[in-house]
């Protein structure tokens, strides 16, 4: 588990699902002044724009993220999407995907990768997690 005291380096690797994606972009960002590079970032169902099922998180995406800085801290960058998300839109993870240029896994039928859907493992994160670590 990541300690936000400890700096964050080319062995930290951060996962993010929902809300959780932009609050660890959010949190990169505020670190910038580490001259930060990390090991990668997955990102599971991310947003950056406001949800209509989910309109009590607008705070969240009101300041646009600095993409470019986003990009430039990592090469390994991934985005896991599910094709019948009902909570987060696929279209917003999509642009999300496109603006951070990650890496796409499309998960047909994944909803929102929770375990009433299914997912109590998510092995496409486990193996994108193997491939960064044996490099």
Known sequence: MYDCSTKADKDSIFV??????????????S??????????????????????????????????LDYAFLREITEHRFSLISSNDEIVSPQSSLALAHSLQTELINIDNGGHFLDRDGFTHLLPVYDILENMLSE
């Open 16 to 29: 993010g699902h929902s809300l959780g994606c932009i609050t660890l972009l959010r949190h990169l960002e």
């Open 31 to 64: 670190i910038r002044s580490q001259h930060l590079h990390i090991g990668g970032y997955i990102l599971v169902s991310g947003f950056d724009s406001p949800q209509i099922t989910l309109p009590e998180l607008d705070s969240f995406v009101v300041e646009p």
